[in-house]
């Protein structure tokens, strides 16, 4: 099977990052990066000690991601993106890479709301505005999403095509509206999905994190629904 590169952004995440790196089956991911955009508490070297490669990408979450993609062993053809809290199971990355890497989809996510997931893992408005992006993707390109799930993964050369743009919390977005409109072939998996392992949550942890990030996703889909029409 060939190998994949997992591109894991993180910002203070020492407590778990390094349970994270460890619990990716090494036969399946050839290169780990962490993705850092600054960290002060430690992730960095507690990436490394773990045997994960690390870059220091500044802030923005969307940097961090495409920054890692781009730093990439180009042997991998198949690039997958998790969070570095604990939360998305690494264990079970082959459920995600392995329908890219059998050519059968360029394009699978983790769905957490369609999945099992412990109590308390994900807030109302989480899931809530998951379903809210799925409809207004399925309304402007006809692909319909049932969540914005970090854990994903993409074949390089789809990625390459998709040209993102959005350098913040829009990141994720920004690559569901694009393959849709690219007409890629798409799957969402049901994944289980945990508590976050330690820290808090710079999106869901305070109402003046959601309030940024909630900001950063609808400027991004409207910037984008209007500006990219759907494929013929």
Request: charge should be positive; hydrophobic fraction near 45%; proline fraction near 4%.
């Amino acid at each position: 099977m060939e190998p994949v590169a997992v591109v894991i952004p993180t910002l203070n995440e020492a407590e778990t990052i390094g349970a994270v790196i460890r619990e990716i089956p090494r036969q399946f991911a050839a290169d780990i990066i962490v993705a850092d955009s600054g960290s002060v508490d430690g992730t960095q070297a507690a990436a490394r000690a773990a045997g994960a490669r690390v870059l220091d990408t500044g802030r923005g979450y969307g940097r961090a991601c495409a920054l890692g993609a781009e730093a990439a062993d180009p042997a991998c053809k198949v690039i997958v993106f998790l969070d570095g809290d604990g939360a998305d199971r690494g264990d079970l990355i082959e459920r995600i890479a392995g329908p890219v890497l059998g050519g059968t989809y360029d394009f699978v996510l983790a769905s957490r709301t369609r999945g099992e997931r412990d109590p308390g893992s994900m807030l109302w408005h989480q899931v809530l505005a998951g379903r809210l992006a799925g409809l207004g993707i399925g309304a402007r390109y006809g692909v319909r999403y049932s969540d914005m799930c970090a854990f994903r993964a993409i074949s390089r050369s789809a990625l390459q095509r998709l040209a993102l743009q959005e350098m913040t919390y829009g990141w994720n977005i920004e690559m569901q509206m694009q393959a849709a409109r690219a007409r890629l072939r798409i799957l969402e998996v049901p994944m289980p999905y945990r508590r976050r392992g330690g820290g808090s949550s710079k999106v869901a942890g305070s109402l003046r994190g959601t309030l940024h990030a909630s900001s950063r996703i609808v400027g991004t889909y409207l910037r984008i629904a209007a500006t990219s029409r759907p494929a013929a």
